[in-house]
């Protein structure tokens, strides 16, 4: 196994065990965008809340899920505060056969997030009988663990490259359209003929998005529902619940209990 120190690098491709579990505490990090030429990686946070970008999309991982990361997958892990950062690396000769599909993110129950942790701490050894055997509970829980939709498809175009890297850094949030324009330089209509083309989305729909993403990163790392209403322009703490609501079904407080 190994302890990571911050700002410590390492190389997955280049270690020739079929498993390795790596953990470590960490704050302010950012990967760069990567990718693993021989390994499929679980990504998991038991505490904390992580960024994931991929060449089109972005995703969030707060301790109740985890992400399925294939062999040759382009990603960059950003997180802003501490997290306890688990990750397991398996050569894709081996996970083939038990994860056929592209990158997932999926929810973790009590029991997968106890093997992660104890495979996040195993010697980079041959495996005993007794982890063969977790191993055989990994595989089967994981095949059954339920797979989270929040993603958000990220805009490619080249007039939205710099601020939607503040985005991805949490520098700043999605401005109004009118005021994006302005930053921009592009007319309203051109900035959501844009995004509809390459998010699916209106700008409109789009920023409501990325701001439930964020406001579920900062309610994780703790802050209140004044704090998180405040950070991303409510009006109100009452506005807030009521958009958190309309696309959850839950308060703030009700689906953090709930994934606890």
């Not at 104890?118 to 982890?131: A, N, P, T, V, Y």
């Not at 990220?154 to 949490?170: A, D, H, Q, V, Y």
């Not at 998180?228 to 703030?252: N, R």
Request: net charge neutral.
């Amino acid at each position: 196994m190994a302890v990571l120190k911050q700002h410590e690098d390492f190389d997955a491709d280049s270690i020739h065990e079929q498993i390795i579990g790596i953990a470590s505490d960490m704050v302010m990090h950012d990967s760069g965008f990567h990718l693993h030429t021989t390994k499929a990686q679980l990504l998991y946070a038991p505490s904390g809340c992580m960024t994931v970008t991929t060449s089109d999309r972005q995703l969030i991982l707060p301790p109740f899920r985890m992400l399925w990361i294939p062999a040759n997958e382009l990603h960059r892990v950003n997180f802003r505060n501490i997290v306890a950062y688990r990750s397991i690396y398996f050569d894709d000769s081996y996970s083939g056969k038990y994860m056929k599909s592209g990158l997932k993110v999926l929810h973790v129950n009590p029991l997968l997030k106890e093997i992660i942790e104890r495979i996040c701490f195993w010697e980079w050894s041959d495996l005993g009988q007794d982890q063969t055997n977790l191993l055989k509970v990994f595989w089967d829980e994981l095949s059954k663990a339920p797979e989270e939709k929040l993603e958000l498809k990220m805009p490619g175009n080249r007039r939205f490259m710099k601020i939607s890297e503040e985005w991805t850094l949490r520098k700043s949030i999605p401005p109004m359209l009118k005021d994006l324009a302005e930053r921009t330089g592009a007319v309203e209509k051109t900035i959501s003929r844009i995004f509809k083309k390459e998010t699916g989305l209106s700008y409109q729909e789009w920023r409501q998005q990325w701001r439930l993403q964020r406001s579920i990163e900062l309610l994780v790392e703790g802050n209140s529902i004044g704090e998180v209403s405040h950070i991303l322009d409510f009006s109100s703490d009452s506005a807030f619940i009521e958009f958190f609501k309309k696309y959850t079904g839950s308060t703030p407080l009700q689906y953090l209990m709930r994934h606890e």
